[in-house]
């Protein structure tokens, strides 16, 4: 072993320890005492079963991330991604499509191991806990048309990016950006009509009360609705949802059947209040062009050292190939994805924080609306008392008592 192998190993394991001490704080952190204003939601036995089901979750993502780094660990040792390269390039291809097989490969493997712990999340933990709807039949077709999707959108992505890479000069990860981000606003477009559709069934919201109250909610605040959609979540959880997708004229607001079967018409608008809230206050372009930074970062990191003798070194490989790169670069990225993801998931917090209050002032039920949270919360199975690092780390919404906290406060503030 090299010293760049021992320093990208140390990276992955640093990685991983970070990640087993935040879910380790989090299951530390579990209180036994039901919090006073989820006294009547939660019963004894159900409130025991929603830390069984955090303890039961966290134990098996220990696991599974423990086997993949063993499994990263042993494949890099073992020069893996030289004797992947030496059968690919023996096929005698020109470089984009020997380094599409390369990559192909290595996702593919990566997929076929991952299948038993799925398998185990849904058919064993989500199934104890009552969420699990899914059949096998959903779950082939599933993996089938997700490898499927990925497969086109990460080969057009590679491909563009290494056939820049190899033919342009220094400042081919400039337009490999530009050319990633089109492609991106595109697919960001067309997803709810074209993607979306391949997994769940959508279908407009039927007349009646609620889409009346919806639809006045929405005239009254000038929001114009583009789409108001039941999606039937139903097929794979009893789990609950409703979220915001796509741009321009495919842009959607979709509710889980399952929360339309457990809400209150009230509730459900304060939730859609939310939602819009998102957009009304441009949470989802600033999300769309923070993620292009990222992209920028992660570009720019792989000019800098695709060309580097010890990149390649690192893992050990015999040549140079920069299809390689790509992929060996990534695991530089790794640390700053994870600052990246951090910041993104600091400002994703006070979206929330903001939706939340631009929902109570417009809709002007916050006692509906943390009604709303509280249900939402107690059918999820969520973890009240998440550990402020695991929060820091991975949170993208704040823990739900926060959000009541702060409901409350401005409730009191504005006299709601
Ligand atoms: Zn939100």
């Known amino acids: 072993m090299n010293i760049y192998t021992f320093l990208i190993l140390s990276l992955i394991i640093t990685i991983y320890s970070i990640q087993t001490i935040a879910d380790l704080l989090n299951i530390k952190n579990i209180s036994t005492s039901i919090p ?8 004894k036995e ?13 134990k098996f993502s ?15 040792t073992l020069g893996g991604f030289n004797y992947l390269d030496t059968r690919v390039v023996s096929f005698g291809f020109g470089s984009i499509l020997t380094g599409l097989i390369f990559a192909g490969t290595l996702f593919f493997t990566f997929e076929i191991l991952k299948i038993p712990f799925s ?43 290494l056939w820049l890479f190899i033919n342009t000069c220094k400042y081919a990860w400039l337009y490999a950006f530009t050319v990633i981000v089109v492609f991106e606003i595109f697919i960001t477009f067309v997803a709810p009509v074209v993607i979306m559709p391949l997994f769940n069934k959508y279908t407009t919201l ?29 097929k794979r959880s009893t789990k609950s949802n409703a979220f915001f997708t796509g741009i321009g004229k495919f842009r959607r607001i979709v509710l889980f059947d399952t929360l339309i079967q457990k809400h209150s018409v009230d509730e459900l608008t304060s939730i859609l209040a939310h939602e819009m809230g998102h957009f009304k206050l441009g949470h989802i372009l600033k999300h769309m062009i923070f993620s292009f930074v990222s992209t920028l970062i992660m570009l720019f990191i792989l000019s800098l050292f695709i060309n580097e003798v010890w990149l390649y070194d690192a893992f050990l490989m015999n040549t140079q190939p920069m299809y390689a790169g790509i992929i060996f670069s990534s695991f530089l990225y790794e640390p700053i994805s994870i600052i990246i993801s951090i910041i993104s998931n600091y400002f994703s917090r006070k979206h929330e924080y903001e939706a939340d209050a631009y929902a109570v002032k417009t809709y002007r039920k916050p006692e509906v609306m943390i009604n709303a949270l509280k249900k939402l919360s107690v059918d999820n199975l969520s973890n009240l ?32």
């Open 206 to 234: 039927e007349n009646g009360e609620l889409k009346d109250t919806i639809e006045k909610y929405a005239k009254k605040e000038n929001f114009k609705m583009k789409g108001l959609f039941r999606m039937d979540g139903s």
């Open 385 to 416: 008392y998440p550990h402020k690092f695991k929060v820091f780390l991975e949170y993208s919404h704040p823990p739900v008592l926060e959000r009541i906290k702060a409901i409350n406060k401005i409730s009191l503030s504005t006299k709601i």
């Open 46 to 58: 159900k409130y025991v079963k929603s830390q069984e089901y955090l303890k039961e979750k966290t």
């Open 119 to 161: 398998l185990y999340s849904v058919f064993v933990i989500e199934e104890r806990f009552g969420f699990n709807r899914m059949n096998i039949k959903t779950f082939i077709t599933d993996s089938l048309k997700s490898w499927f999707v990925t497969a086109i959108i990460g080969s057009i992505i590679f491909v563009a990016t």
């Open 36 to 43: 006073l204003e989820f006294e009547g939601y939660y019963d």
């Open 62 to 76: 220990i696991v599974s991330s423990t086997f993949f780094l063993a499994v990263q660990i042993i494949f890099i």
